[in-house]
């Protein structure tokens, strides 16, 4: 966040608070401010480049403590104008300007106006590639000016505090501005340029000022402002801003006519735009219960005015308002956070937990550990070739970028297989498990996702009665009452398998795999494996006993 340092006596100027008072109720805003011997520093958020001037710190405060603000409904007409070429439209196509009489820059006044314009253009205004503000001594100005594009060798000037005139290719290779600040502006062999009436030039837009009219010192009274930059709203938002910084000093700020191809608009502009809220919505996030009646006297803290009971008008150095929400940033600020008291008993804490199902699969995974077998992960999304051995209908995507990852596991086993097979030169035996979702095809042919627990076991010594033991001390450790039936699954070596049966109905199998399913995973020894369908029958007849 940006770091500003006001001068005390600066402010003084702007604002009865005392420094100490100050600098707590800018904490209080929300600012955090330090106080020195003869400067106050503030670190100001992102959001709210007004108060980077000392006019805006100080506004802030006054209307924060209830000080009336006086300003002109409307800015009258300086009677000139900004013609903006087309020419110029692809370099930097906008523009906004304002005339300020009777400016008071002693006293420190310029060195806030020369550090706003620095802060504001560094942060919010992106190294000026966003927003950039020249400032000029209007005494020195001749009638109407000339926003154009003129080729980096012909366009030529002595820049501020130069002797020498330079063209601008030389501007932007050699002085340090140009070094600085010419990544702002495309490289298409041709530069902005402001001139006034006489044809003489104020300034390369957004470099350097010329010297001469460019040069403002504290005895400068009437002045030129422009912004230029590549965001329309962003740049005559800045031009809002400083208008109103000027104001507060008490200076007369007059429009400048924008004449553009699209059209002519006059900046800048004092009308307060609409924001819409609810009373009941700002009551809620913000866990209060203003009645409607007295959230504009709350809200005038923060110079927002309620019209009626729907509409905020907000001024236009309020960059930072959007919508409602901003608006109860706002409230809080205006409330005070210490006037807020938490209410205890209305606060709730609900305790979420796991579902029935997956409470029991945490269990399933518990007692497989605790039989000896590693747990492993395999993908959901497998590799059709291989669930082909298997014989199950599976549904395949239809974008997948690799085959390998292409359908949906029917089954457990088969992915535990194939991290066998990546494993076949460790240490012997291996046993693993795995726990997650299958999907399978109902017998009305519609898909229908379970939930698993599958076993296998690398072993010279695997057999159907390594499978049947894995398997009968699960299902008793789980309590389940079961049968056991001949299984014809083909991926099985024939009379070496099982079915289990859960109230009548198959809800696993286990056995030796078969002999082609082994030369499939090139296995040098046997493989014996199982899968219990846990979403079966598990929720209903295993109430979780720990």
């Known amino acids: 966040m940006p770091t500003v340092t006001f001068p005390l006596a600066y402010l003084q100027r702007l604002t009865p608070t005392d420094p100490q008072r100050l600098a707590q109720q800018a904490f209080d ?30 506004r802030a405060i006054n209307i924060y403590n209830g000080l009336a603000r006086v300003v002109p409904d409307q800015l009258a007409p300086s009677g000139r104008q900004i013609a903006v070429s087309p020419e110029v439209l692809p370099l930097r196509p906008h523009i906004a300007a304002l005339i300020v009489r009777g400016a008071d820059l002693q006293n420190g006044g310029l060195e806030v106006l ?5 802060k504001v253009t560094q942060t919010f205004g992106r190294q000026r590639k966003k927003i950039a503000i020249g ?33 601008a290719r030389q501007i932007l290779q050699e002085h340090p501005a140009g070094k600085t600040y ?6 298409n062999g041709q530069v902005p340029v402001l001139r006034d009436a006489n044809g003489t030039v104020l300034s390369l837009p957004p470099i350097i000022n010329a010297a001469g009219a460019g040069e403002v010192t504290a005895n400068t009274r009437n002045l030129l402002i422009d912004v230029t930059g590549i965001l329309a709203q962003t740049v005559v938002e800045t ?24 059209g002519t608009t006059a900046t800048p502009s004092l009308a307060r735009r609409p924001v819409q809220f609810s009373a009941k919505y700002l009551n809620e996030i913000m866990g209060t219960a203003i009645a409607k009646a007295s959230l504009g006297k709350v809200l005038t803290r923060m110079d927002l005015d309620v019209s009626g009971t729907d509409v905020v008008h907000v001024p236009t150095y309020r960059t930072d308002i959007f919508s409602q929400v901003d608006l109860a940033g706002d409230l809080l600020v205006a409330l005070g956070i210490g006037s807020l008291q938490a209410e205890p008993l209305t606060v709730k804490f609900h305790l979420g937990e796991a579902a029935p199902l997956r409470q029991a699969m945490f269990k399933v995974g518990d007692l497989a550990q605790r039989m000896g077998l590693m747990e492993v992960k395999s993908f959901v999304l497998t590799d059709p070739e291989m669930l082909d051995l298997f014989g199950a209908t599976y549904v395949q995507t239809g974008n997948a970028k690799s085959r390998t990852f292409s359908a949906t596991r029917t089954t457990l086993v088969a992915g535990l297989l194939d991290i066998l097979a990546r494993n076949i030169s460790a240490p012997k035996p291996i046993n ?41 001390t699960m299902l008793k450790a789980l309590e389940l009452s079961y049968d056991l039936a001949r299984c014809d699954a083909p991926y099985y070596l024939a009379g070496r398998a099982a079915t289990v049966l859960i109230d009548g109905q198959p809800a696993g199998e286990f056995g030796e795999i078969h002999p082609q399913i082994l030369e499939h995973f090139s296995f040098p020894e046997p493989v014996c494996a199982g899968e219990l369908n846990c979403s079966a029958s598990l929720v209903t007849n295993v109430a979780l006993r720990r």
């Not at 106080?35 to 001037?53: F, K, M």
């Not at 009638?143 to 002797?163: I, W």
């Not at 031009?239 to 699209?262: C, K, M, R, S, Y």
């Open 182 to 187: 010419s990544h702002t502006l495309p490289e």
């Open 239 to 262: 031009a809002n801003i400083l208008a109103h910084n000027f104001l507060d000093t008490g200076a007369e700020v007059q429009t400048v006519a924008i004449v553009t191809p699209q």
């Open 432 to 472: 693993i498990y795995e726990t997650g979702e299958v999907l399978r095809f109902a017998a009305t042919n519609t898909p229908h996702e379970s939930q698993c627990w599958s076993f296998a076991s690398l072993d010279a010594r695997a057999s159907f009665t390594t499978a049947k033991a894995y398997m009968q």
């Open 29 to 58: 805003y929300g600012l955090d401010a330090t106080l020195g011997d003869q400067t106050l520093e503030v670190e100001v958020t992102a959001e709210r480049p007004d108060l980077l001037a000392a006019e805006g710190f100080t």
């Open 135 to 167: 400032v000029y001594d209007l005494d020195s100005i001749g009638g109407n000016l000339t926003y154009g594009a003129e080729p980096l060798d012909e366009l030529a000037f002595v820049p501020l505090h130069s002797t020498e005139p330079m063209t």
């Open 114 to 118: 020369v550090q706003f314009q620095e």
